[in-house]
Structures are given as C-alpha cells and as structure tokens.
C-alpha cells in the first residue's frame, strides 16, 4: 500500500478514512436545524436532571444514533423546495451533516459549570443576582475555553500523533451507520431501529415503577428494611448496607438512573470499569469502615457517607454564623462556633482526588514517557498525514476569529466581576485563565494520546484558597474560570479533531460550535431559573421529588472548605485534615510500585491495574453512593465480558443502542412522572393514597435514610 496516503497510527487507520468528498452535503438548513434542535432539547433536559438525585446525562451517543433517522426522514419527507436560495432537503443524509449535528448536541449538553455558582448563591448564600450576571457569567466561562482550543489547535489537532482514541470510537460507529454495514460480525436479527424503539418504550415504562408506584425499587437497601432499629448493632448493619448514607452492601437497585448515575456501564471498557470497582472496595468498603470504626477525624459523630458538612456538635454546619455581611469570612465568629468536619468518605474522597492528580502524572510518564516526547516533538514539526492534507484543501479559521472572540469574552468576564460584588480582582482573573493556559498544552497532549484527562480543579480550589482567603465566591469564580477553561478547551479541541477525521470543513465546525454553545448555555439558564421559581423545597434534603441538588451541595461544601475556612484551616500541619495530604505522596508512589511490578513479573494481573482510573474512578463520591457503583460494576461486567465474549454479533448489534434507549427512555419517564403525577395540583396527587404503602415509605423508616452517625453528642458538649 502507499503508506504517504495512510495516517501512521493503525487505530485510525482501522477507524478513520483516508478518502474526502468535498461535494458531500455539510453546512445545510437540515443539519442546522436537527442541530440546533438538539443545543436545545438535550441541554436542557440534562440541566433539568442535573438538580435531581439519582438522575443520567444524555450524552452524545444517545443525539449520535436518533440523529440518523431523524436526518433520514428528513431527506424522505420534506420537499425540496428553495429558502433564499437554499434547499430544504439536498438529497441524502450525510455522513457530515451527522457529525456537525452531533457536535451541535454534545459540545454544551452538561450542565454549565457556572450554573452551579448561581444555585449556590442562589440557595446557600441568599444572592439572587440578576439574569444578565448569570448569562455573562454562563457565557464568559463557556466560550473562554473555545477561544484558547482554537489557539492551541495548531498542537493538538493538526499533528497526526495527537490521536485523541475516544474519538475513534465514534468515527467508527459513524461509518458503521452511514454504511450500514456491520463490519466484523453477521447481521442478524431485528433492526437497530427498532430495536431502540423497543427498549426506549420499556424503559420508559418501567420508570413509573421505580420513580412512583414503588420507589423502594430503587432504594432497594432490602438488609436495612430487616433491621431498620436504631440500636448500636442494628446501625451498623444500616451504615454497611444502607444505600442513603451507608456503604451499600445491599447490590440491587432496579432504577437506571442510579446504574447509570456515573455514565452508563455499556460504553465503558470491562478493563476500565473492573479498575473503578477495585477502587471502590478498597477505599470505601476496606479503608472507610476502617477509618470510621476507629473513630479517625472524630467520624463516628458524624454520618459514615454524606456530603453535608458538620460542626463539633453534630449538627450540620450552619455556615451563616461564620460570615461577614458582605459574605466573606469572619474569623472572630469561626473561633467561636466550630471548625468545619466533613464525614469519613467524603474525607476519603478528598484524600483520592489529591492522590489521582499525582497518580496520573506520574503514570503518564512512567508508561508514555516515550510516546508522549516522541510524538510532542514530531507535533512540532511534523509532516501532515493523509487527513491533514485532505483537511488543507478547505479554507481554514483564522487565527484572529479566535483571538477576537478571547478579546470579546474576556471583556465580558472583566465586565462580570467588576459590576457586580463578586470578590474576584482583575489579577485573580487573569491568574485564573493563566492556570488553564498553562496547562492545556500538556495536558491537552497527554490526553490526546493517553485518553486520560488531568482535573485542574483541585489545583484551582487550593490555589484561590490562599490567594483570595475568605472568599467562597471569588473561590467559585475563580475555580471555574481555572478549570472550566481547560476543560472546555480540550472539550472543543476533541471535536475539532472528530472533525478533522471527518473531513468537515473547519469553518462549519467553529460557527456550529459557536451557536451551540451559546443556544445550550442560554436554554440551561433559562431551565434553571424555572426550576427555582416553581418546584417547592428545591435543593432541601428531602425533598419530595428528588430535586435535592446533590451536585450544588457538594459545589457549596467546597466553597466552604476552600474558600470560607480555607486551605490554611483544614489542611495545614496541625489541622484535623493534614494526613489527607499524604495521599499526594500516595498518588506518586502508587504506579511506581504498579510499574515495577510489571517490570518484574510481566504477565502478573497486574498489568491490568491502572492506579490513575483506581484512584480516579471514584471522582463521583459524593453525592454518589454505593447504589451507582456496585450496580453498575455488575451491568458492565455481564453486557461487557460475559455477553460480549458469549454473543458478540448481538452485543457489536445493539449494545450502544441499547445503552442510548434506556437512558432516553428514563429520561422522558422522569419528565411524565414529574409533569403528569407529581407537580399537577401541588404535589397533592396521590399524597394519601399511593405515597403511603409499604413499597414507598419502607426505606425511609431506616436509619439509613435518617442519616444518622453512630454516636451522638451529649447536649452542652461538644467533640473535637
């Protein structure tokens, strides 16, 4: 073969075409249209899920595969007439207009970060500021990250080395669509489209279930409804099997919105998901009740697993009573109430989220260190492979589009901290977007080959924690502005990458990035300030739909602990959380030890140990317990190793299918049971009747769901 028209790397080469079309259809009314539909539909359901616990994330494989017959339909439906010039239906549904609709529907369909500012202002801190902060603040924080992806493209996506795997996963399956040829395996059986339909209709269906008729189905912590007493024995059993505040040793939920609470367990590698589990059990079900029964950080006064935060009385910690009344922290009031205690497992957390930050640098250089200084150099100056050259032929963005748009939206961020109180100085802004820009070329790399990506957000917490002390907005602000950026950015990068596989043109790919971004962020916002004008007790602890906001608490918890108290106060020697530190040294030595294992004994299970996903993997906790773990754990293990190793024509078939059916139909059974049963009439639906039996209060009667720690406190003293 002539390999100059063959990118080197196999994975794309098996992945990615080395062909171009430059007459296929791309930038067309249809693709925008099914796009924008998209930036609006799955932003916005995902932001109305976002403030529900347990809840999913539409994601870009469910937009990827109904996309395609909607986009089909479209070219056998709708006639061809001109608007302005322009055709309603071009003829056949492209392959193009497919990734420019996806990319439309993934690049802003998580919640906004900073919409997470504005509900913690919102609800712990009692500043309701106006919709034209929040749009700025949504905005500025968003594109920010777009314009640096598009100053560092010349690095991470031009160069064939910047591989970026897990976009070979979904250039696969657009291929595989678009051919309609199922490669490596007989097509047999129903089609995918139906398929889909058939599991999209069940699931919803059966969400009634769980999420009404018989809600224990997914609080399914059946050894806690045995023993639900509150004797020191019997709560023991509740924290170890308890799925509220316990360890979940119970295994069983039948509620898809807890299994697929932390991704769905279909997409992800049996090999990667065996590495979270193994991180699961050793650091929450060895570790913490370790921890826990020797009363380590005084835990046993507070719950084993919670996201609330505490003071030396066992109540939860009233953060009012520490601030000042422009909200900044009053160190007299902290020295009379109480130092901050977080439970034992959100601790452990912490602790894991300092050893994963080292963990993945040093795993990334003990095991890519050649790789990674091998293809950075050639980044710099290497020779453009086949789909560079194919991608050269169409006009490119220029660079000054990029370095308008960060000129306008800095403006825009300076505009937003400076008008309104926020705390935030323009040098605390600009150190801010330094942090991001400093990192994302190296880290940008490191996951464009290693599919693994560094968080700044930990970094940033500790950094603005002693540059702006006392100041849990301008922590917010700040963390957002450090981490968000890069993350977008890489977020961007990746997509400008699916399209340089793709062979869209780069300036379809900027403008309906552009639009996206801006529809998405304006919709969430707008979904946001309806859910906090209309739905009662939104953000309480038991509120009656779920819409706890599990997410927000832990956003306002770090505020707390970064920003009020500080760094300074919780982490330093002496302070009750210093040996938390160590696990940064922990994170360094941990795939040194995996690596010299390897090195000694090569064909030991050990060289499917992956310390940065073990120590990572676990990022969700809290607010998720046990109930999205271990559930999920099994799931992956049977539709990922026993029925794909078993039947693997059915699961190449329908396995993904299967994975976007069931987290569309949850989603829309979420939104009929909330809109049909629970919100009509004030909630009073069914308050006496099918609220009330066994099925639907059982859990609530357990010392689980009441949350309670082991010991109490004798009233008038306090621990610690």
Known sequence: PDWEDESPYPEVRAAVSNTDDMEMTVDTIRAWTIGLFWAIIIPGLNQFLFFRYPSITIGSLVAQLLSFPLGCAWARVVPGVRIFGVSLNPGPFSLKEHVVITVMATVGSSSAYATDIIAVQRKYYGQDWSLGYQWLLVMSTQLIGFSLGGVVKRFLVSPPSMIWPANLVICALFNTLHSQVYSGFRDTGISRERFFFFAFLASCVWYIFPGYLFTALSTFSWVTWIWPNNSILLQTVNQLFGYTSGLGMSIVTFDWNNIAFIGSPFWRSGWAEANVTIGFVLFFWVLTPILYYTNTWYSMFTPILSSHMYDNTGKQYNVSRILSPQGTLDEEAYKRYSPLFISVSFAVAYGMSFASITATLVHSVLYFRKQIWLQARRSLS??????????????????????????????????????????????????ALSIAAFYIIPMGMIQAITNQQIGLNVIAELIAGYALPGKPLALMIFKTFGYITMAQALQFTSDMKLGHYMKVPPRTMFWCQIAATIVAGTVQLAVQEWMFTNIKDICEQHQSDHFTCANTEVFFVASVVWGVIGPGRQFHQGQIYHGLTYFFLIGALAPLAGWLINKRWPASFFKYVNVPVVLAGTSWIPPATAVNYIPWALIGFIFNYVIRKRHFNWWAKYNYVLSAALDCGTAIGTLVVFFALQYPARGTIGRNTIENWWGNTVYARTADQKTLPLRKVVSGEVFG
């Open 382 to 431: 290497e020779q453009p492979d086949v789909h560079a050259r194919l991608m050269a032929r169409y006009p490119q963005v220029p660079e000054w589009w990029y370095f308008s748009i960060l000129v306008v939206v800095f403006a825009m961020s300076a505009v937003t901290i400076e008008i309104w109180p926020t705390e935030v100085p323009i040098w605390g802004l600009f150190l």
